[in-house]
């Protein structure tokens, strides 16, 4: 039988494909270009395009487990909720879905997507991270390199950011064991950090001042629009941040189910490269 991952590519499920096929499960891959890395086998798949919803089927006719990752938009249920529906008439009997900690289920976004999931006769797992360490080596990056700083609007709030190697492997047991044994787990890094405290740990790493920049609403969102957010999404993520800055991933932590091993401290030292300056 044969895994599917959407976002087969993505920050998610790259390290959830490498646990795959070192357990020698068959797995798939699934993007927009259908072109993965060696020895990855590949699908073309587009959450918005729904005639790409059968291809993966077509070629592999024995998937019977997807790891869903949504697209980036604000209204994705219904692209979702319609290849949900193709993957069940195919024969598909369990998802794995990223979510997200702060999403309950039935709330905005993802967790729709794990409502209905929840409605179907399949067994799934909704997983709920905090907030990715490699956001700092994708979104943070370049404001990292060009401003010496990192932005938010979470004030002194807190954040138990993961690893998604950690997520990775609470995925892979939902994916391959015989029983799912959480069906919903919050899944947190193993301290929990203010951005202040993440830009004074950048600081020491990289031997250059960094700091946290605070933002109003108003001024995040304009960033986000900046870096191309549509203003719904961008919407979202202003919200996410006043979250924070209320205490939301602190009481999230303290109800964590999953607590990783991997500290943002080891992942700085090991991508520095990404945040050099070339003199």
């Known amino acids: 039988m044969t895994i599917l991952l959407t976002g087969g590519t993505g920050k998610s499920a790259t390290p959830l494909a490498t646990l795959l096929l070192e357990a020698k499960q068959s797995v798939v891959l699934a993007n927009r270009s259908g072109r993965v890395p060696e020895p990855f086998e590949g699908v073309r798949f587009d959450w918005l395009d729904p005639s790409t919803y059968t291809i993966p089927f077509d070629s592999h006719g024995d998937i019977d487990r997807i790891y869903l990752v949504a697209p980036g938009i604000l209204d994705m249920f219904p692209p979702m909720k319609a290849f949900i529906d193709v993957a069940v008439q195919k024969g598909v009997k369990r998802f794995v879905l990223m979510s997200a900690g702060v999403l309950e289920m039935g709330g905005p976004a993802m967790g729709q997507v794990h409502q209905y999931l929840n409605t179907l006769n399949v067994e799934y797992c909704a997983l709920r991270p905090s907030w ?148």
Do not use: C
């Open 132 to 279: 990715f360490f490699e956001n700092f080596t994708l979104e943070y990056a370049d404001r990292i390199n060009s401003h010496n700083d990192i932005f938010s609007g979470a004030e002194d709030g807190q954040v138990g950011y993961v690893s998604t190697e950690d997520i990775a492997e609470v995925a892979f047991k939902a994916l391959v064991d015989d029983v799912i044994e959480h069906n919903n787990p919050v899944i947190v890094g193993p301290e929990l950090l203010s951005y202040d405290k993440i830009a004074e740990m950048l600081t020491k790493v990289l031997g250059r001042k960094i700091t946290h920049t605070r933002l109003t609403g108003d001024k995040l969102k304009q960033l986000f629009f900046a870096q191309g957010m549509p203003e719904d999404y961008a919407d979202m993520m202003v919200t996410l941040d006043s979250w924070v800055a209320g205490g939301a991933e602190q009481q999230l932590y303290q109800r964590s189910d999953v607590v990783g091993k991997r500290t943002l401290h080891a992942f700085f030292e090991a991508n520095t490269e990404v945040w050099r300056i070339e003199d």
